[in-house]
């Protein structure tokens, strides 16, 4: 090849934008035919091959994650290993302050979405069944609850089928919930408008919680429990601060208004969590990497007895989940008018509530410290759950009678008991699926947590129409079904281990 030709073909690629070329050869011997030419920077065309996206030989180029996660479904074997490699190499270059970040912008969320479900709809309950009548205000106060889980999975697929990131979704997400705090403080006392509203703010929290769940799993590995159980801190702290402050605005002023600081409030914070969520690009990028070299290599060599227990497994988190969670939502949705019902007053709660917040907290670091140091997340959930089965049985069944003491004590109990429990499941829905087709798996845990809402809620106000009693033995038999149902799941998993050390040491 001549100079001129040379020449040629350098000014035609800095013509085509690419910034540089590098080429590897087959050996030292014959240096005349090229083995591949990778190349990076801006392109002038469109869908190139993987083979195009970064020079394997600079660590310090960046990657184009966009043409490379295109790419990546039509990859061969080769090209797998050599782009998980990449990854990797480029692994710990963004900056760390960005996961911390994330993790503020998430709390917010949680702050914000659980502070109203287990906070104010606490308060707004009794009011609402005052209002509207009992099965009214449970229509409006659940139809929250159950369309957020429910609709999970389908905003899911959605964001999805578009490649909506977290950044984008959680705009979407706070646009929809604060219309619906909007319409709440337009239609206060229309009962079919309280329904819409809340419905428009279930539409915006179920964009809003697995993407927020999804984004943290992208930044934190090592100590994604501790990381996880700081959105639980989050949903208890809202759960008292914005409570009470509705309460201010609606006992010093009226429904109207507080819905009104509710409106600016949410939409406020929701505006900064939008700002700090974004993905770690980089993960999701080897997450489809693997994927795809899981689906090229081994996806044959899964045997049936694997897959039988991971169905196994599948169905005792998800009950274990509806149980916990529904039971949770309707005790701290209920707790004013449970208290109301033993003769209390709302201003005379307010001890009760902050017991009950601040032991949430202390639940929720608790779980994640020790999780975050390599306990089993089943073996210590079936354990608080048979712990919180005992004491309600010995607690609650008997009755307060008036004594504060004992029910500040009792509600204390509770308060840790369940932000423990509640933690340990969303580490152990989160921690389990992580690698193992995350998004679809958790967003049906979720929908099924959606649908069972409504069972829930008959059954435990049927009993609790009887007395308090009779409410307070049927949640104690709930728990200890669960607390079997978990210990049920930590057996699976050890006989999963112990099957799989086995067939390693026949391999050897």
Partial sequence: MDTASILAAQESIHNNSFISVS????????????????????????????????VMCDDSSAIDYNKLSATVEIMNKHDVEMYIQ???????????????????????????????????????KPLLSFIHGDLQGNIIVFSNIVSTFVLIPITTKIFEMFNVDTHFAVSLGSFAYTIGLILLAVFTYDYYGNIIAMVFMGIGASMLLLPTVRSLNTWFDKHICLAQSALCVGSSLGSFLISNSFKYFLFEFNLKIAFNYLAVICASLLFVAGCCCVDNMQYLIKEK?????????????????????????????????????????????????????????????DDY???????????????????????SINLL??????????????LWVPGFKGISVKMNIAVAIQGFLFSAICTTNSLGVITKFKNDHFIEKCSLVYMFQGIGCLPFILLLDFFSVRSNKCLFICISTMLLLASVLSFGSYSVDVADAIKKDENGEAIL
């Fill in 381 to 394: 959930q079936g354990l608080l759950l048979l712990l919180m089965g005992i004491i309600m049985t010995l």
């Fill in 23 to 54: 080429t590897f050869y087959e050996s030292d011997e014959d240096i005349t035919k090229p083995k591949k030419a990778y190349t990076r920077g801006p392109y002038g065309q469109h869908n190139l091959h993987s083979r195009d996206l970064s």
């Fill in 353 to 375: 509530h902050a017991s009950l917040s601040y032991s949430n907290i202390f639940g929720a670091i608790l779980v994640g410290l020790l999780t975050d140091f390599g306990v």
């Fill in 289 to 349: 990497l693997v994927k795809r070299q899981n689906h090229i290599c081994s996806d044959h060599e899964i045997s049936s007895s694997t897959r039988h227990t991971k169905k196994i497994s599948f169905v005792l988190i998800t009950i274990v989940t509806v149980i916990i969670e529904n039971l949770s939502s309707y005790f701290k949705v209920n707790i004013e008018a449970i208290f109301l019902s033993n003769g209390l007053t709302f201003t005379s709660i």
């Fill in 86 to 124: 990449v990854v990797e190499n480029q692994s710990g270059r963004k900056p760390k302050y960005q996961s911390y970040v994330t993790l503020f912008g998430c709390f917010l969320i949680y702050f914000t979405v659980f502070g109203v479900m287990n906070g104010c709809f606490s308060t707004l």
